[in-house]
Protein backbone atom coordinates (compact mmCIF):
# COMPACT_ATOMS: atom_id res chain seq x y z
CA UNK A 1 0.00 0.00 0.00
CA UNK A 2 1.80 3.69 -0.96
CA UNK A 3 1.66 6.31 1.83
CA UNK A 4 -1.35 8.75 1.39
CA UNK A 5 0.68 12.18 -0.20
CA UNK A 6 -0.96 13.71 2.38
CA UNK A 7 1.15 12.33 5.42
CA UNK A 8 4.38 12.68 2.66
CA UNK A 9 3.80 16.24 2.67
CA UNK A 10 2.86 16.27 6.65
CA UNK A 11 6.38 14.50 6.96
CA UNK A 12 8.15 17.11 4.59
CA UNK A 13 6.62 20.06 6.47
CA UNK A 14 8.24 18.55 9.87
CA UNK A 15 11.38 17.73 7.81
CA UNK A 16 13.50 20.58 9.87
CA UNK A 17 15.14 18.02 12.31
CA UNK A 18 15.88 14.59 12.39
CA UNK A 19 14.04 13.97 15.58
CA UNK A 20 10.75 15.54 14.03
CA UNK A 21 11.37 13.29 10.77
CA UNK A 22 11.55 10.69 12.75
CA UNK A 23 8.99 10.82 14.77
CA UNK A 24 6.28 11.53 11.83
CA UNK A 25 7.59 8.06 10.59
CA UNK A 26 7.22 6.04 13.57
CA UNK A 27 4.48 7.46 14.94
CA UNK A 28 0.88 7.63 13.93
CA UNK A 29 -0.46 6.09 10.89
CA UNK A 30 3.12 4.91 9.71
CA UNK A 31 3.75 3.26 12.82
CA UNK A 32 4.84 0.16 11.58
CA UNK A 33 4.73 0.77 8.17
CA UNK A 34 8.51 2.00 7.87
CA UNK A 35 11.38 0.13 8.32
CA UNK A 36 15.10 1.39 9.61
CA UNK A 37 18.09 -0.24 7.36
CA UNK A 38 21.64 0.07 9.68
CA UNK A 39 24.69 -1.31 9.40
CA UNK A 40 25.64 -1.38 12.92
CA UNK A 41 28.41 0.62 11.79
CA UNK A 42 31.05 3.49 13.00
CA UNK A 43 28.35 6.13 12.67
CA UNK A 44 24.62 3.93 13.03
CA UNK A 45 24.30 4.28 16.81
CA UNK A 46 23.09 8.21 17.07
CA UNK A 47 20.39 7.36 14.28
CA UNK A 48 19.56 3.89 16.35
CA UNK A 49 19.58 6.04 19.73
CA UNK A 50 17.10 8.99 18.16
CA UNK A 51 14.66 5.75 17.05
CA UNK A 52 14.73 3.85 20.13
CA UNK A 53 13.85 7.32 22.17
CA UNK A 54 10.48 7.38 19.71
CA UNK A 55 9.57 3.56 19.65
CA UNK A 56 12.11 0.97 20.42
CA UNK A 57 9.63 -1.80 18.88
CA UNK A 58 10.83 0.27 15.39
CA UNK A 59 11.90 -3.21 12.79
CA UNK A 60 15.68 -2.46 12.46
CA UNK A 61 16.82 -4.78 9.20
CA UNK A 62 20.70 -5.63 9.30
CA UNK A 63 22.07 -7.11 6.45
CA UNK A 64 23.74 -10.33 7.74
CA UNK A 65 25.97 -10.73 4.43
CA UNK A 66 27.84 -13.83 5.98
CA UNK A 67 31.33 -11.32 5.22
CA UNK A 68 31.03 -9.16 8.24
CA UNK A 69 34.34 -8.29 10.81
CA UNK A 70 33.34 -10.66 14.07
CA UNK A 71 33.42 -6.82 16.09
CA UNK A 72 30.63 -5.54 13.87
CA UNK A 73 28.45 -8.55 14.86
CA UNK A 74 29.55 -8.18 18.03
CA UNK A 75 28.73 -4.30 18.33
CA UNK A 76 25.37 -5.48 16.70
CA UNK A 77 24.30 -7.54 19.63
CA UNK A 78 26.03 -4.64 22.32
CA UNK A 79 24.15 -1.60 20.59
CA UNK A 80 20.87 -3.49 20.60
CA UNK A 81 21.34 -4.04 24.26
CA UNK A 82 22.49 -1.06 25.10
CA UNK A 83 19.75 0.52 23.35
CA UNK A 84 16.61 -1.41 23.98
CA UNK A 85 15.51 -2.39 20.38
CA UNK A 86 13.35 -5.77 20.58
CA UNK A 87 13.20 -6.11 16.69
CA UNK A 88 16.27 -6.02 15.06
CA UNK A 89 16.62 -8.67 12.42
CA UNK A 90 19.27 -10.58 10.88
CA UNK A 91 18.76 -10.43 7.15
CA UNK A 92 20.42 -12.77 5.32
CA UNK A 93 21.17 -14.05 1.89
CA UNK A 94 19.56 -16.71 0.46
CA UNK A 95 21.28 -20.18 0.79
CA UNK A 96 20.41 -21.65 -2.48
CA UNK A 97 21.79 -18.67 -3.83
CA UNK A 98 25.19 -18.23 -2.03
CA UNK A 99 25.63 -21.98 -3.21
CA UNK A 100 25.10 -21.46 -6.10
CA UNK A 101 26.56 -18.23 -7.17
CA UNK A 102 29.79 -17.94 -4.29
CA UNK A 103 30.07 -21.44 -3.12
CA UNK A 104 33.62 -20.77 -2.09
CA UNK A 105 33.03 -17.52 -0.56
CA UNK A 106 35.17 -15.38 -2.91
CA UNK A 107 32.72 -13.62 -5.49
CA UNK A 108 34.21 -10.78 -4.07
CA UNK A 109 37.71 -10.78 -5.39
CA UNK A 110 37.19 -10.91 -8.87
CA UNK A 111 32.84 -8.78 -9.07
CA UNK A 112 32.61 -6.55 -6.07
CA UNK A 113 29.13 -5.57 -7.84
CA UNK A 114 27.70 -9.56 -7.95
CA UNK A 115 28.73 -9.96 -4.86
CA UNK A 116 26.97 -6.75 -3.22
CA UNK A 117 23.68 -7.73 -4.99
CA UNK A 118 23.81 -11.27 -3.60
CA UNK A 119 24.73 -10.85 -0.56
CA UNK A 120 22.96 -7.11 0.48
CA UNK A 121 20.47 -6.12 -2.59
CA UNK A 122 18.13 -8.49 -3.09
CA UNK A 123 18.47 -9.57 1.09
CA UNK A 124 16.92 -6.48 1.70
CA UNK A 125 14.42 -5.90 -1.33
CA UNK A 126 13.15 -9.28 0.03
CA UNK A 127 13.03 -7.67 3.41
CA UNK A 128 11.55 -4.22 2.08
CA UNK A 129 8.53 -6.12 1.05
CA UNK A 130 6.38 -5.28 4.13
CA UNK A 131 7.14 -1.86 4.63
CA UNK A 132 5.98 1.42 2.43
CA UNK A 133 9.38 2.60 3.07
CA UNK A 134 12.61 2.77 4.87
CA UNK A 135 15.19 5.04 7.04
CA UNK A 136 18.49 5.18 6.19
CA UNK A 137 21.84 7.05 8.55
CA UNK A 138 23.13 8.44 5.07
CA UNK A 139 24.57 12.01 5.04
CA UNK A 140 25.97 14.51 3.03
CA UNK A 141 29.10 14.76 4.63
CA UNK A 142 30.00 11.26 3.70
CA UNK A 143 31.16 11.23 -0.42
CA UNK A 144 30.17 13.84 -3.28
CA UNK A 145 27.66 11.42 -4.45
CA UNK A 146 25.99 12.07 -1.58
CA UNK A 147 26.41 15.77 -0.86
CA UNK A 148 22.88 17.05 -2.39
CA UNK A 149 21.04 14.03 -0.57
CA UNK A 150 17.44 15.05 0.10
CA UNK A 151 15.72 14.24 3.68
CA UNK A 152 12.91 12.48 2.03
CA UNK A 153 13.33 9.98 -1.43
CA UNK A 154 10.46 9.07 -3.62
CA UNK A 155 11.38 5.77 -5.47
CA UNK A 156 10.36 4.00 -8.05
CA UNK A 157 8.87 1.41 -6.59
CA UNK A 158 6.22 3.84 -4.67
CA UNK A 159 7.81 3.91 -1.06
CA UNK A 160 9.46 6.63 0.29
CA UNK A 161 13.22 6.56 1.77
CA UNK A 162 13.80 8.77 4.58
CA UNK A 163 17.38 10.90 5.49
CA UNK A 164 16.83 12.33 9.22
CA UNK A 165 20.93 12.41 9.29
CA UNK A 166 21.55 14.49 6.06
CA UNK A 167 23.14 17.73 8.05
CA UNK A 168 24.42 15.78 10.20
CA UNK A 169 28.54 16.66 10.57
CA UNK A 170 31.23 13.97 11.83
CA UNK A 171 31.85 16.24 14.76
CA UNK A 172 28.56 16.78 15.49
CA UNK A 173 28.19 12.28 15.46
CA UNK A 174 30.56 12.23 17.39
CA UNK A 175 29.92 14.95 19.97
CA UNK A 176 26.14 13.03 20.42
CA UNK A 177 27.87 9.75 20.98
CA UNK A 178 29.47 11.23 23.83
CA UNK A 179 26.95 13.03 25.07
CA UNK A 180 24.93 9.69 25.35
CA UNK A 181 27.60 7.89 26.02
CA UNK A 182 26.76 5.44 23.28
CA UNK A 183 29.13 2.35 22.62
CA UNK A 184 31.46 2.75 19.90
CA UNK A 185 31.97 0.28 17.01
CA UNK A 186 35.70 -1.31 18.47
CA UNK A 187 37.04 -0.72 14.58
CA UNK A 188 36.52 3.07 14.59
CA UNK A 189 39.15 3.16 17.05
CA UNK A 190 41.49 1.10 14.61
CA UNK A 191 41.65 3.58 11.74
CA UNK A 192 38.25 2.54 10.38
CA UNK A 193 35.96 5.52 9.88
CA UNK A 194 33.16 3.52 7.86
CA UNK A 195 32.91 0.05 8.00
CA UNK A 196 31.44 -2.62 5.88
CA UNK A 197 32.42 -6.32 4.64
CA UNK A 198 35.64 -7.47 6.18
CA UNK A 199 37.24 -8.28 2.59
CA UNK A 200 36.23 -5.25 1.43
CA UNK A 201 37.42 -3.07 4.16
CA UNK A 202 40.56 -1.07 4.65
CA UNK A 203 41.55 1.35 7.53
CA UNK A 204 42.65 4.71 6.04
CA UNK A 205 44.59 8.11 6.99
CA UNK A 206 42.96 10.27 9.58
CA UNK A 207 42.67 13.02 6.90
CA UNK A 208 41.25 10.80 4.41
CA UNK A 209 37.66 10.84 2.90
CA UNK A 210 35.63 8.41 5.84
CA UNK A 211 34.53 6.33 2.83
CA UNK A 212 37.62 5.29 1.00
CA UNK A 213 38.43 2.47 2.70
CA UNK A 214 35.40 0.83 0.94
CA UNK A 215 36.14 -1.49 -1.62
CA UNK A 216 39.59 0.54 -2.09
CA UNK A 217 41.53 0.88 -5.40
CA UNK A 218 37.83 0.38 -7.30
CA UNK A 219 35.71 3.33 -8.16
CA UNK A 220 32.56 1.52 -6.56
CA UNK A 221 31.37 3.98 -3.77
CA UNK A 222 27.91 2.41 -3.29
CA UNK A 223 26.98 -1.42 -2.14
CA UNK A 224 23.60 -1.24 -4.24
CA UNK A 225 21.04 -0.95 -1.72
CA UNK A 226 20.67 2.87 -2.76
CA UNK A 227 20.83 2.79 -6.37
CA UNK A 228 17.31 2.37 -6.89
CA UNK A 229 16.12 5.48 -9.01
CA UNK A 230 13.88 8.42 -7.54
CA UNK A 231 11.14 9.59 -8.79
Known sequence: MKIDPSIIRS??????????????????????????????????AVLLALAAEIDPAVPVLFLDTGQHFPETLAYRQELTRFLGLTDVRDIHPDPAQVHDRDPQGQLWAFDTDACCALRKVEPLDEALIPFDGWITGRKRSQAATRANLPMIEHLDDGR???????????RELDAEMTRRNLPRHPLSLRGYPSVGCAPCTRPVDADADPRSGRWAGQSKTECGIHLRRVS
Open 11 to 44: LQAEANTAQAVLRGALTGELRGRIGLVSSFGTES
Open 160 to 170: IKINPLIRWTP
